[in-house]
């Protein structure tokens, strides 16, 4: 997996990014994600944790 980050855009001289992190086919497949799934990112224990988005959150 690779992390990526892309300048969005500049104002008054302060440079904001966004980030994406690139997750291998295999992995998506295996979790049963498709484009567009609604995801959830938390940090447990200095670690980012990623899963799918329950409809109640």
Excluded: C, H
């Excluded at 295999?26 to 329950?54: R, S």
């Amino acid at each position: 997996m690779r992390l990526l980050s892309q300048i969005s855009r500049e104002y008054k001289g302060t440079k904001y990014e966004k980030f994406w992190i690139v997750i291998p086919s295999k992995i998506v497949k295996k979790l049963g994600w498709k484009t567009g799934t609604e995801l959830n990112a938390d940090l447990k224990n200095g670690k980012l944790v990623i899963d799918k988005k329950d409809w109640e959150d």
